[in-house]
């Protein structure tokens, strides 16, 4: 089975067949897709102009979008790195235990769908890698009462059935999953309840 990396060469290929380099992205996505693949893929489709059921795409527009969701992957792949030494100094120091934050993480290992979006045609119009970024300093600095990559404070508890069962708190703006680490428990507690027993959103 290829990897990113190989499949991102096969993006590039100025000789390959447009639709074999179009297919390559899509695999990309079965590798790292932020948003899940079909909200990645609506997402880099419409940023850059691509038609979504265009087998034979722009290929000046393939590669500019490749570019997109390999800049994002660095961004993940070293937040990765920076938590895997955390993790390997706790444990060194006695803590084996992992929090909650570290339950979030083990969920998105890889970036595949580490800001989750369940409908593909809501997601955040920033490129990927500065909401990403957004994600990761908002883990960092703690709880709020907002979305960290739109500061929108819709926040809804939501539950989906099918082959891969989930529930959690999501931003009614952007439409991301947002992690439960970034949350005030207040917050969470607000999206839990009926719409109509809310308090009003400044309250939160």
Do not use: N
Not at 25 to 51: M, N, Q, S, V
């Amino acid at each position: 089975m290829a990897g990113f990396r190989s499949l991102a060469r096969q993006v590039r290929d100025p000789m390959g067949d447009l639709a074999l380099r179009r297919y390559s992205l899509r695999k990309c996505l079965e590798r790292f897709a932020p948003y899940g693949h079909r909200a990645t893929w609506d997402h880099l489709c419409a940023r850059h102009g691509i038609d979504p059921e265009d087998r034979a795409p722009d290929p000046v527009r393939l590669v500019e979008a490749l570019d997109e969701l390999e800049e994002a992957r660095a961004v993940w792949l070293a937040y990765e790195a920076g938590f895997a030494e955390r993790r390997r100094r706790e444990k060194h120091a006695g803590l084996r235990r992992p929090g909650a934050f570290d339950d979030w993480h083990r969920r998105t290992w890889g970036g595949h769908g580490v800001a989750r979006c369940s409908d593909p045609d809501i997601h955040p119009t920033e490129p990927l890698a500065e909401v990403l970024r957004r994600l990761i300093a908002a883990l960092g600095a703690g709880p709020g009462s907002a979305c960290p990559v739109c500061a929108d404070t819709g926040i809804e508890w939501r539950q989906e059935r099918g082959e891969a069962p989930w529930a959690g708190p999501v931003c009614t703006g952007c439409g991301i999953a947002v992690p439960q680490p970034a949350l005030t428990d207040r917050t969470l507690a607000r999206a839990r309840l009926p719409r109509h027993r809310r308090p009003a959103t400044t309250a939160a």
